[in-house]
């Protein structure tokens, strides 16, 4: 739990993290979905070499990107089962109530890369975007939108503050764990009753440690004369380069096509 991928940023210094923060966000906005909407098993196996590309193109070591399999086996593991229970076409197998068929294979492999597709490519963009560079790339987009200025860096301020507090829960819930379990407490043996009893002894705690970091990141904001509504200045300013522009196109271009071979 304590090694938790999504929303943590590795400092580097490649080509993905010298995009411009706001590109990759909108490519993002544009692969996901594209990633959902294609339904074939090989384009799926395309947009995943796609994406290991851009892995090597991070800089950062591939371990890191495929722990994300270690959070994602309950999901597929439900994949399979819902499948095997509503099975269509030529029965492979047939386990009591569960039917292994030629169209339930196929629907579950190609779900299966739809979400760890999905993931890689958060994980990617979570990974390559400072947290000052996921404010402003919010704020800029908001902009666009015509949202006023001191609205569109509130909400960019309370989006970033609220993504990045995922991995420090995590952190926080993998020490009171292993704290409790230092002490003799057993939160993985009995039935459901007595599990749910020994997970008090973990989720009070976290839940007044998450309250008591929530108010003291409020007197630090308030130390530093955050107010709510005011104009603020930048100290950085990024510009988007013919760089940028040749990022977004390939990542546009690339969702366009899998969209039209899907079609």
């Known amino acids: 739990m304590a090694r938790i991928v999504v929303g943590r940023y590795i400092p580097g210094d ?3 993290h010298r995009t411009h923060p706001a590109v990759k966000l909108v490519s993002l906005m ?24 851009g892995i090597g193109l991070s800089g950062i070591s591939p371990i890191y990107f495929f722990r994300v399999f270690r ?10 089962v819902f499948q095997m229970l509503q099975a269509e076409g030529y029965i492979l197998m047939r386990i009591g109530p569960f039917r292994l ?27 390559t975007v400072s947290p000052i560079q996921l404010s402003d790339s919010i704020e800029s987009l908001l902009r666009l939108w015509k949202v006023k200025p001191e609205t569109a860096q509130d909400f960019s301020m309370v989006f970033n503050l609220s993504l990045k507090f995922f991995p420090i829960l995590f952190d926080e819930a993998d020490r009171l764990i292993k704290a409790q379990k230092s002490k003799g407490a057993s939160l ?12 008090q002894r973990v989720v009070l ?11 003291d ?3 630090a904001l308030e130390a530093r004369g955050y ?37």
């Open 101 to 127: 068929t030629d169209l339930s294979v196929t629907r579950s492999i190609v779900l299966c890369m739809k979400i760890l597709n999905g993931f890689l490519s958060s994980v990617i963009f979570s990974a």
């Open 227 to 263: 107010t709510s509504g005011e104009k603020r200045v930048k100290y950085r300013r990024q510009r988007v380069g013919w760089k940028d522009w040749c990022f977004l196109t390939v990542v546009i271009g690339f969702s366009a096509l899998m969209i039209s071979f899907s079609g």
């Open 71 to 80: 959070f994602l086996w309950f999901f597929f593991t439900l994949i399979w």
């Open 188 to 199: 993985d043996y009995g039935g459901v009753p007595s599990r749910l009893k020994a997970a």
């Open 217 to 219: 990141l409020s007197i």
């Open 14 to 16: 490649s080509i993905l």
């Open 30 to 53: 544009v692969f996901v979905p594209s990633i959902f909407w294609v339904g074939a098993v090989w384009l799926q196996i395309a947009t995943l070499l796609f994406i290991l590309f």
């Open 205 to 215: 705690p976290l839940l007044f440690n998450t309250i008591k970091r929530a108010d």
